[in-house]
């Protein structure tokens, strides 16, 4: 099975930091992809990658960038966290049996 | 604009009753169409999905879908429901034009079992 994994269950970060969430999938997958999901509006798309240093904005990029230096890992960076930032994030890769998603990391921003 | 609906934001139903959840697309064209369950603290799981083909899907879980072109349609249904059913769940719709293939939501319907 593929694995995808999000070094962080919890984060707890102030206004202004820079915050960094990790993904690693565990294969040689070209796609990955970061969500935010927030009640009442399901998962929206921020970022996503579909080799090591190409990447595409999502639906709602604003805020955030990513990084993606290697294959197996992709970062997503919130240059400067705001409260509105407080949220779910999931990370997910595409590959031969679909969609593989991880954990997801709870980050709040106070 | 292209969009995936799940008119039911949350739905209680006794264990042992009948479950239906909707999902409606607005897309030119039939898209793939998934559903995905998500119970409390975990990731994303993958019910069942539809590309082509057979319009009654089954899944885990004992969880079927059914697409309906004509109404632009992918409801999930359980003839009886288990406590552990308790989740919430996800439409979700791949467009068979993105070539990057990106999995597109619904706002998720919370479903709740009661004894």
């Known amino acids: 099975d593929v694995k995808v994994t999000q070094s962080s269950r919890y984060l707890v970060k102030r206004t202004g930091e820079k915050v960094f969430l990790e993904c690693v999938q565990d294969?040689?997958?070209?796609?990955m992809f970061w969500y935010r999901q927030d009640p009442g509006l399901g998962l929206r798309l921020i970022y996503f990658s579909y080799d090591v240093k190409m990447k595409e904005k999502g639906d709602i990029p604003e805020g955030y960038s990513v990084s993606r230096e290697k294959k197996e890992r992709f970062s997503l960076i919130l240059e400067s966290a705001s409260t509105n930032q407080t949220s779910m994030y999931l990370c997910?890769?595409?590959?031969?049996?679909?969609?593989?998603f991880g954990s997801g990391t709870r980050l709040t921003v106070v | 604009a292209q969009s995936v609906t799940q008119p039911d934001i949350h739905i209680t139903v006794s264990e042992g009753a009948s479950l239906e959840l909707r999902c409606n697309y607005s897309y030119g064209a039939t898209p793939y169409l998934f559903w995905y369950v998500q119970s409390p603290g975990q990731g994303l799981q993958l019910l069942l999905k539809y590309f082509s083909g057979d319009t009654l899907v089954q899944g885990i879980k004992g969880f079927e879908a059914e697409f309906k072109r004509s109404q632009s349609s992918f409801n999930l249904r359980k003839p009886s429901v288990h406590w552990s059913d308790a989740a919430e769940y996800f439409c979700?719709?791949?467009?068979?034009?993105?070539?990057?293939?990106?999995?597109?939501f619904g706002a998720g319907t919370q479903v709740v079992v009661t004894p």
């Open positions: 997910a890769n595409r590959n031969n049996y679909g969609y593989t």
């Open positions: 294969m040689d997958h070209e796609n």
């Open positions: 979700a719709v791949i467009m068979t034009t993105d070539s990057w293939g990106k999995l597109q």
